[in-house]
């Protein structure tokens, strides 16, 4: 039986969320250009692109897992043993950058073999893998750091987040890069459909041929890599690493991710949904704070936002 019906429906009702996701941003948008002083200064504008590319490059590796069908909870935590990875090479061990770099990408990709390796091997959901490789992994930035800021970082680690080309820096061009290849990959390649394969039958695309352990070995692997770059970012930007950073991002990237219409169940989702959605809850907190409203008020908002947006989903899974 032919399921280019049901893949129609799948993609017209992804377009449809995307299509709502982005009236509501530029509804976002137009209500604080009108309320929030400076919302609209080039230095707000290109800051909110600034602080939307660690979230944003992580979020494109987590729309690959949750499509898949699987989640990684590890993501944060990851970013900061990252960090701490890198300053303490850089730093303590005066590695060279060329050799420091691919040594902290290595560890993201082998804390995806781990997650992968549990879950294909013992069946062992990723969520509790992904949970305690979270807390072990925050553990280690403390036993590594011995609580402390690792700083100052070489000069040539600060230059990724300090390089401007022409008026933009360099992390927003790189978040561009990562978008256009992750959206190449999901869409346009066997890879990618492998994915949505498993993500939204995994029987039927184990029976289909397809190497199911392979494509989830493959996206863990993919969220653990864009995890461990976005650390590398992260001492850049601050010209430190600290155990205590990247806090609370495993959630925001999920956030976003399901917000951009990627469905919990699996088998739905792209990677330009997901850039709306770190660009939609990234603006929102920037509008908050330039609005003054009090942190506690800006947590209430981001969470019943969030809970229309997985209610949306909800409601769409089942029409399905």
């Known amino acids: 039986m032919s399921t280019a019906p049901a893949n ?58 949750i499509i898949g069908a699987e989640i990684d909870l590890s993501v944060g935590a990851l970013a900061a043993f990252s960090s701490i990875c890198l300053a303490y090479m850089a730093v303590n061990l005066n590695l060279s950058l060329w050799l420091a770099i691919p040594a902290t990408l290595a560890v993201g990709a082998l804390s995806g073999c781990l997650i992968a390796f549990l879950r294909v ?19 280690g930035c403390f036993l ?25 820096r360099l992390p927003i061009l790189i978040m561009v890069a990562v978008y256009f290849v992750g959206f190449i ?41 864009l995890s461990s770059f976005a650390g590398i970012m992260l001492a850049s930007r601050l010209n ?10 495993e959630l925001d990237v999920i956030a976003a991710v399901i917000i951009g219409g990627t469905s919990l ?28 409203v009090q942190p506690y008020s800006q947590g209430l908002i981001s969470g019943v936002v969030i809970l229309i947006a997985v209610l949306a989903g909800a409601i769409e899974f089942r029409r399905r």
């Open 121 to 139: 091997k013992f069946r062992i959901p990723s969520f509790i893998t992904s949970l305690a490789l979270l807390t072990a992994l925050r553990s």
């Open 8 to 65: 129609s429906h799948r993609l017209s009702a992804l377009s449809r969320h995307i299509l709502l996701l982005l009236v509501a941003y530029l509804i976002l948008y137009a209500v604080l250009a009108l309320t929030a002083n400076n919302f609209l200064s080039p230095f707000n504008q290109f800051n909110i692109l600034r602080q939307t590319s660690m979230i944003a490059i992580i979020a494109v590796g987590m729309t690959y897992v």
């Open 240 to 249: 430190s690493a600290t155990p205590t950073v990247a806090e609370g991002w």
């Open 265 to 292: 169940f699996g088998g739905r989702g792209s990677v330009i949904g997901t850039f709306l959605g770190v660009l939609f809850m990234t603006t929102l907190k920037s509008g908050m704070v330039l609005l003054g």
């Open 185 to 225: 990959g999901l869409r346009h390649t066997p890879f990618g459909r492998s994915v949505y394969a498993v993500g939204g039958n995994e029987e039927a695309a184990r029976l289909s041929g397809i190497n199911v352990g392979a494509i989830k070995t493959a996206i863990f692997i993919i969220s653990g890599v």
């Open 144 to 168: 590594i750091s011995g609580g402390f800021p690792i700083s100052p970082m070489p000069l040539g680690f600060t230059a990724l987040d300090g390089t401007y080309v022409g008026p933009i």
